[in-house]
């Protein structure tokens, strides 16, 4: 499940160790485990049971194609928000009638794209699209299977750039008119009317916020069945939080006192919501992403150099904000370690990479082993969020992907070169 590790003193992900990936492809460089995602797929599975349900990877958190063909190895659907997704979906061999699509701004392409290929629904967040929808589908003689996102105005209490669930975001249709969309949809001929969705936001760590709104799809899915309007599917979106903080341990570490071992587990936020939801009598969708990749990766990068200044140390490293920018744009928290421990003599530093913003770091004002120039770090936990949002900002090129299966390792993506930013 989670498969990197200490041996003695070095890092190691499965069977490999990570200092001679990180010499053998160079720096900055994410490297997952093909394990550790197998095992977050089945892991997930297990908590259903034999409740009806189908769970769609969120392809955003990570779309490299040969996770996306691990993923799909599995059995388990896929839930794509463009037509990009929709194409890597396909040719990772996602069944069409596993995908769905999500999406508040659908361009009419994509929605057509995504009939010729019968996926197997679109997720509608407006009024506007709802009717464009039942339009292309009639222009091109298909029915389009739908499900309908509701807004019901619940805080997620995430950062509120990854929080979509309430009155004020763009997201879905106010429960007020949830009524009202679904009378509309049903008169619609290329139009059918499955289910409700709703995801309320990303990185959500408190069980009872899944519960609350677990209870509000439920009640309305009450409210409509009172007004014979039949929900056979209720999608409860992906959301759930996993653990940033001590991820991996050894006794040479420094530990993060506050929040050692929180117990957070997708497991347990879906065990939580699951009893709730069931009692819809639909079948269940989740659309999980960060939960599923989030720990099977991690971005390897070297110290550059060491700059100590009257108010800080600051270790420079070669990877930077346009490698991983949810430090800079979350001020998310991922956890850091040398790839061999040498010493246990920890000093506060600033981890922060070579670009021009000051924005730019990894870590402020944290407690790490010495490190020094040549040294390789690992940024943990990077598998969501990671790759998916890298740029070419600053005209750095995007780093290498590897993928480690056992014993072996291998490239699943280039690290760019000239020809890329020109
Ligand atoms: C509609 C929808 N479903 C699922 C997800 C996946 O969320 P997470 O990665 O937190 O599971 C997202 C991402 O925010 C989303 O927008």
């Known amino acids: 499940m989670y498969e990197f590790h200490y041996r003695n003193n070095e890092l190691w992900c499965e069977d490999i160790s990570l200092s001679e990936v990180a010499e053998k492809f160079g720096t900055p460089l994410y490297v997952y485990s093909k394990r550790s995602i197998i095992d977050h797929c089945r892991e997930i599975e297990k908590v259903f049971g034999e409740v009806d349900h189908l769970s769609c990877y969120s392809i955003k958190a990570n779309s490299n194609l040969n996770i996306l063909k691990i993923i799909a190895a599995e059995g388990i659907g896929a839930d794509a928000g463009s037509i990009g997704e929709l194409h890597l979906a396909l040719k990772a061999g996602f069944s069409p009638d596993k995908i769905t699509f999500s999406g508040v701004g659908k361009r009419d392409d ?129 959301g759930f939080g996993v653990q940033y903080h001590d991820f991996v341990k050894h006794e040479l ?63 420079i490293v070669d990877a930077g904000m346009n490698d991983l920018i949810r430090p800079s744009l979350y001020k998310s928290y991922h956890q850091i370690s040398p790839i061999t421990i040498k010493n246990s003599e920890y000093e506060i530093v600033d981890v922060v990479g070579p670009l021009c913003e000051s924005g730019d770091y990894f870590a402020l004002n944290r407690s790490l082993n010495y490190s020094e120039r040549g040294d390789h770090l690992s940024i943990f936990c990077t598998g969501a969020y990671g790759y998916v ?34």
């Open 110 to 238: 994509e929605i057509e794209f995504a009939l010729q290929n019968d996926i197997n629904l679109f997720i509608v967040e407006s009024e506007e699209e709802l009717y464009i929808i039942n339009t292309i589908a009639a222009k091109l003689v298909k029915i389009a299977r739908i499900q309908i996102r509701i807004n019901f105005d619940i805080s997620a209490s995430t950062h509120p750039y990854i929080s979509t669930g309430e009155r004020h975001n763009k997201f879905g249709i106010e429960q007020m008119y949830a009524e009202e969309i679904f009378q509309k949809a049903l008169q619609l001929k290329n139009i059918e009317v499955l289910g409700i969705h709703t995801h309320i936001g990303s990185q959500i760590t408190d069980p009872e916020t899944f519960i609350e709104s677990a209870k509000a799809v439920v009640d309305l899915i009450k409210v409509l069945r009172n007004k014979n309007i039949q929900v056979h599917e209720l999608n409860f979106g992906g």
């Open 253 to 315: 570490l420094p530990t993060d006192e506050e929040h050692v071992d929180s117990k957070l587990t997708t497991v347990k936020l879906l065990e939580a919501a699951l009893p709730v939801l069931k009692a819809s009598n639909t079948k269940i969708f989740i659309q999980p992403g960060r939960s599923i990749i989030a720990h099977t990766g991690v971005l390897l990068t070297k110290v550059l150099y060491r700059k100590t200044t009257s108010e800080k140390t600051f270790i």
């Open 389 to 422: 949002l890298a740029s070419n900002y600053n005209g750095r090129l995007k780093p290498a992907e590897v993928m480690v299966d056992g014993d072996k390792y291998f490239l699943i993506r280039d690290r760019q070169s000239f020809k890329d930013i020109e």
